[in-house]
């Protein structure tokens, strides 16, 4: 079992740069995809970006390609979302997701951290 906590969310002016952290605990970490995630209000959530348990592949929402990245440390337990030339429209609960790599939907989930750009 996993549990996921979000840091470093808050209000930024667009083009600024943010960037989200998310603490694991458990010994598996490098066991699970991490993914991170984010719901706008009013609406669906929707996927921003995910990386493999190693750390070699990753994926990332067409709106996003380009201007974030996602990281992961295993030995800190810890998967990063570093955000820049942030827009209004990114404005959203931003979640941390795992995933065991033997399944294919997330199981675990965090409590979510807002970010808020300002235009």
């Known amino acids: 079992q996993v549990q996921l906590m979000e840091y470093g969310g808050g209000l930024v002016q667009a083009g600024g740069s943010l960037r989200l952290s998310c603490a694991a605990s458990g010994r598996t970490f490098s066991s699970y995809d991490m993914g991170w995630f984010r719901q706008a209000p009013g609406k669906e959530r929707e996927f921003v970006a995910a990386i493999r348990s190693s750390g070699g592949n990753t994926d990332y929402a067409d709106s996003v390609k380009g201007r974030f990245t996602i990281s992961r440390d295993n030995a800190k337990l810890t998967v990063y979302l570093q955000m820049n030339s942030l827009k209004p429209e990114d404005t959203a609960v931003y979640y941390c997701?795992?995933?065991?790599?033997?399944?294919?939907?997330?199981?675990?989930w965090g409590q979510g951290t807002q970010v808020t750009v300002s235009s």
């Open positions: 997701a795992a995933k065991s790599i033997w399944l294919t939907e997330y199981g675990y």
